[in-house]
């Protein structure tokens, strides 16, 4: 089992992936004809990002259960509750 020094590296790097994705995808959005074509799969960027945001806030958290209420993405945010 991981201790928290570990939870918190993981967290980390969550964070820094979301930040990785979301300039990723920010690049790709410049492409006007790009995006046009490609819109859902560029949301999806965006919602990765935030899941990998929430997740990097769970795994920092000293009590993960007293955030899951504050994740803003229904279905991550159902799927923690279910959690055992």
Do not use: N, W, Y
């Amino acid at each position: 089992m991981a201790d928290g020094a570990t939870h918190r590296q993981i967290a980390v790097v969550l964070e820094e992936l979301s930040h990785d994705i979301e300039t990723l995808g920010t690049m790709l959005c410049s492409d006007m004809d790009l995006a046009m074509r490609h819109v859902a799969a560029l949301q999806a960027f965006d919602m990765i990002a935030q899941k990998q945001r929430s997740l990097a806030i769970l795994l920092d958290a000293e009590s993960p259960e007293a955030h899951v209420e504050q994740i803003a993405i229904d279905t991550l945010r159902d799927r923690m509750r279910q959690s055992p």
